[in-house]
């Protein structure tokens, strides 16, 4: 992964965050991935919650199935960025992330779709193009 955060069982994990004007290319897997601190699907619950991101004005290029993917983040913003190569998704949200708002992103012709909703429970407060 070009960027990374992860969840903690004890300690609070992160929020307040920008991520703005990175250059990701030729990464084997996610341009960034971010675990909030619930995961129930990985038997995880941690304390606190994620909140409040800006993923903004960056280039993604990488080789996993998705090139952002955000697992129980809340009302993060993802915007302003450029996604390229063979993803079949640029942007995938999991594990009860909400308050989403997506918009003004390029996607290549070679990327099956802009973004999923991997469990359903993602839709609460979102702003911007119809999933797939």
């Not at 004005?57 to 390229?84: P, R």
């Not at 063979?86 to 949200?93: G, R, T």
């Amino acid at each position: 992964d070009c960027m990374q955060t992860f969840y903690s069982d004890s300690y609070p994990t992160s929020s307040d965050i920008t991520i703005e004007g990175n250059r990701c290319e030729n990464a084997a897997a996610q341009c960034l991935i971010a675990e909030g601190p619930a995961l129930p699907g990985e038997g995880v619950n941690g304390p606190g919650q994620s909140i409040g991101w800006t993923f903004y004005n960056n280039y993604c290029n990488v080789g996993a199935v998705q090139a952002v993917q955000l697992k129980d983040i809340k009302n993060a913003t993802i915007v302003g960025n450029h996604f390229e190569g063979s993803n079949n998704k640029a942007i995938a949200l999991a594990d009860a992330y909400t308050g989403a708002h997506v918009g003004g992103n390029k996607v290549s012709s070679g990327i099956g779709k802009l973004i999923t909703f991997d469990d359903g429970d993602e839709s609460p407060g979102y702003v911007g193009p119809k999933p797939d």
